[in-house]
C-alpha cells in the first residue's frame, strides 16, 4: 500500500463511524478508504468513454456532506473525499476538513521527513499571489504525522481562515520533528481545498 494513503488512515479514524471515504491520488485515480485501516482503487467502468471527462464541481452540495452519528445523532459536516497532495502517493500530505461544535477544524497529514509533529510545530504557506502565513499546530504532540489548525469558537483565527478561503495556496510546508515536509498545490487542489473550507461554518 502507499505510503501517503496509509497516513490518512488515522486522519480519518475520525469518520469511522461515516463508513466508507473516497479520496483521487494526485494523478487522477480514485481510491475507497475503508474504516478498517484498508483501501482500494476504484474500478471504473469499462464502458464509459474515456473522452467524457466530468468537469470538477466546487459547489458545497458537490464536496462536503453532513454525516449523522447514529448512536449519538450529532451531525458533522466534512469534506467528501480527503484530499492527497503528492507526486509519488508516498511524499506529501493528506487533507480533511470538517465541523464540529461550531468550529472548523483542518487536519493535515505530513509524510516524508519523519512522523513527529511537535506541540508547537509550523505549517509555512506560501500563496501565489507571493502573500505567506504561518501557524502553529493547535493539535498535541504526535507521532502519526498529524498537524491540526482549529478556526472560530475560542480558538480564533477567523482572519486566517478567511485568507485560506480566498487565496490559492502555491507551496505548503510542515515541519516535522526531523525536518519539514513541502509540496506544491495544483490549482485544482488549491481550489478545492478553498471551496471545501468555505462550505464549512464557523461560529
Known sequence: MKKILLCLIPLLKLAIVFGQIEATTK???AVILNSNGTWKYVEE??????????????????????????????????MKEGMVVSEDNENGFGIIAFEASGSV?????????GSCIEDAAEMNILFRDGTRLKM??????NCEGVFTV?????????KELEILRSKEIETLRVWTSKSYVEKDFSSENSKMLMASLSCLNVK
Open 105 to 113: 477544524i483542518l487536519k493535515i497529514i505530513a509524510a516524508g521527513a
Open 27 to 29: 494523478d487522477g485515480k
Open 45 to 78: 467502468d469499462k464502458k464509459v468513454v474515456e473522452s467524457t471527462i466530468t468537469p470538477i464541481s466546487y459547489e458545497c452540495k458537490d464536496i462536503v456532506i453532513d454525516k449523522v452519528d447514529k448512536m449519538t445523532g450529532e451531525s458533522t459536516r466534512m
Open 136 to 141: 502553529v499546530n493547535g493539535g498535541k504532540f
Open 150 to 158: 482549529y478556526f472560530g469558537g475560542g480558538f480564533g483565527k477567523r
